[in-house]
């Protein structure tokens, strides 16, 4: 039935703590009618991969996705023909070789360059010194927009995110959000018109405002995924002292704590589709233009999937599972950039921030509709008198 009796959790309980309220309405069906979101909800994880899988019943081409109405039509809100071009015309430098062998060695020395920059400190806020920089300095490298100040571009990024989030909240565009555009896609047009690097090279496929368009989400993308999922992979690990141990003994279950973080708590927490025809799905009436929402957080905490699935354990087996990065056509086109990245940022923190711990009172847990990450991660540390700001 459409329209349940049970108005189900508000956006602001899914955007505080929403895995209590997904966990009850998975146990009442993978499929339920959301009035505050005004469209249906998937909340298990066979159901959100028959979803994403189906562009051709569940597209994200339609005049109400909200990525497309703030910065245009791109890989992220095209499906078909018209999708398959915008993506090939950026995948080169975000495919694995690219990734692990042009870029590997740069963000090494770039994630211990922003350690070292505050080792001495003895203490920091994680996501502002180091999530939120890394991120941003890594997409712009791998875009070929190195002369951009990172600190404009972040305040860019802040802002068109805020205004994405409006819009999935009923809200308008304002006029910050328009000037924020405005001046992203100056920075990205005097880029192509330099005539090298990867923007150059889309521009030679694609027309300026898909070039704009398709850059500003990988962007997005890039700066969402990375900054949300080193900042949370540090909060859980920092936040379990006991593992935090094990990982110090063997470096190599880094890898494990990425991929737990990124199921445990998705940086983008809820992605769109909307309905081409008719279609009943999981006992669920789904009308044409209806629309479906997946939510990846739900999927990825599915306890017959995932066991004890609300607790962070880095040695969960199946922790690959997780549909963080989506699957389907839209599957994340930086999803090897962002797990480098955050094996990376974790791997300087524990060589050069001896002693690391968490301060409980600077870090605040994960929180947001659709994009959730911790709002702070506090950490405190010993100080040597000579503070390595090199690899180790």
């Not at 955050?342 to 009172?361: H, K, M, Q, S």
Request: charged share 20%; proline share 6%.
């Amino acid at each position: 039935m459409k329209h349940a009796a049970d108005p189900g959790p508000s956006l602001a309980d899914l955007e505080a703590d929403p895995h209590p309220h997904l966990a009850r309405l998975r146990a009442s069906g993978p499929v339920a009618w959301l009035p505050a979101l005004g469209g249906w909800l998937v909340t298990d994880r066979a159901t959100a991969l028959e979803v994403m899988r189906d562009d051709t019943t569940f597209t994200v081409d339609d005049p109400r996705f909200s990525t497309a109405q703030v910065v245009g039509r791109s890989m992220l809100s095209t499906d078909g023909g018209e999708h398959d071009l915008h993506r090939s015309a950026f995948s080169k430098p975000f495919r694995a070789n690219a990734v692990r062998e042009e870029l590997g060695p740069w963000l090494r020395e770039e994630a211990r360059r922003i350690v070292g920059s505050f080792a001495g400190n003895g203490s920091a806020e994680l996501r502002s010194a180091l999530a939120a920089p890394l991120a941003v300095s890594t997409v712009l490298h791998t875009l070929g927009l190195g002369s951009a100040h990172p600190d404009q571009v972040l305040g860019w990024y802040r802002t068109i995110g805020a205004a994405i989030e409006g819009v999935n909240a009923g809200r308008a565009i304002d006029d910050e959000a328009v000037a924020a555009v405005a001046g992203l896609r100056a920075r990205i047009d005097e880029t192509v018109a330099g005539g090298a690097g990867p923007l150059a090279e889309a521009a030679g496929l694609l027309d300026a405002d898909a070039v704009f368009a398709n850059a500003a989400v990988i962007m997005f993308g890039a700066i969402e995924t990375s900054e949300g999922t080193t900042a949370g992979a540090l909060f859980h690990l920092l936040s379990s002292p006991e593992q935090l141990s094990e990982v110090l003994a063997d470096r190599s279950l880094v890898a494990d704590v990425v991929e737990e973080a990124l199921r445990i708590e998705p940086a983008a927490s809820l992605v769109d589709r909307y309905a081409t025809h008719d279609v009943e799905i999981a006992g669920a009436s789904i009308r044409r233009g209806d629309l479906v929402t997946v939510s990846l957080a739900g999927a990825n905490r599915d306890p017959s999937v995932f066991d004890d699935p609300d607790r962070f354990d880095l040695h969960r087996a199946n922790a690959r599972q997780h549909l963080t990065f989506v699957q389907g056509p839209h599957v994340c086109l930086g999803m090897h950039l962002a797990r480098l990245e955050t094996r990376e940022a974790i791997d300087a923190v524990l060589d050069l921030l001896p002693g690391i711990r968490l301060d409980p009172e600077r870090t605040t847990p994960p929180r947001g509709l659709v994009f959730r990450k911790p709002v702070s991660v506090g950490a405190t540390w010993a100080v040597s008198h000579q503070v390595p700001t090199g690899d180790v």
